[in-house]
């Protein structure tokens, strides 16, 4: 019961990103943004998409009724960093690449200290997520995958912002 409650709140937080993200872009574009990396974009989606398929599908073979609570509760500490990026980047927040011109980079809450602290916190969620539940091999197999993703995104994200 408890997995199908987190998984329908990774489906909900991952719906509102994309909402929020979609209200961002239609501002970024007012204002002139140019968007990078959108060949790359639609595997993003896909691997968003095929990790949540991943977590059902293995939670329902594996039929694991136990979680760990640390590792929930740390989940819960990287949502609230996740929040912190967030409202730190504010209209400039978004799943995708833009960067306006005439708008300097974002050097406030955690990007005071780190160029890209959301991608790390995607790579600690992929990971976690399945091992809250104990499901190794999504854990292993997406935490692979996105690592190849987030190497592709970040050099172009990179170029995009000049850095």
Known sequence: ????????????????????????????????????????????????????????????????????????????VLLALKVWVIFSLGKFWNTKI????????????PYKYIKHPNYIIVIAEIAIIPLIFHLYYTAIIFTLLNG???ALRIREENKALNL
């Not at 833009?98 to 809450?109: E, I, N, Q, T, W």
């Open 1 to 76: 019961m408890i997995f199908t409650f987190f998984i329908l709140f990774i489906i909900l937080l991952r719906i509102a990103e994309l909402l929020l993200a979609r209200k961002n872009e239609q501002w970024l574009l007012q204002n002139g943004a140019i968007e990078y990396g959108q060949k790359h974009y639609p595997f993003i989606v896909a691997l968003h998409i095929l990790f949540i398929i991943s977590l059902i599908i293995e939670y329902s073979i594996v039929g694991v009724s136990s979680y760990s609570l640390p590792l929930l509760i740390l989940f819960f």
């Open 148 to 150: 190849l993703m987030l």
């Open 98 to 109: 833009y960067r306006v011109a005439h708008f300097p980079l974002v050097k406030k809450g």
